[in-house]
């Protein structure tokens, strides 16, 4: 089994873009990769700091973040690099 990092998806509930880096990510969670999925809707911190860039997927470790758009090949860089 391959190690990834711990993630967060930052993006809102009906976010078309939000949904297409869900799909993106579906491969990796069968691989074993866990994204935790963030509503910034719920959190004002956070819905200030990406309202405008969402979806971010972030490595929970480092603070790395990927911001769309984003592709696999870009994907596969941040989760194994």
């Not at 297409?20 to 579906?26: D, K, R, S, T």
């Not at 911190?45 to 969402?54: A, H, V």
Request: glycine share 8%.
């Amino acid at each position: 089994m391959s190690y990834f990092p711990r993630c967060q998806l930052f993006g809102t509930l009906g976010c078309h873009l939000c949904e297409q880096a869900e799909n993106l990510l579906m491969p990796w969670a069968s691989q074993g990769l866990t994204v935790e999925l963030i509503d910034i809707s719920e959190y004002p911190e956070w819905f200030k700091r990406y309202s405008t860039r969402i979806p971010v997927l972030r490595n929970a470790q480092t603070g790395a973040e990927l911001g769309w758009p984003f592709d696999a090949s870009m994907l596969q860089d941040f989760l194994q690099g």
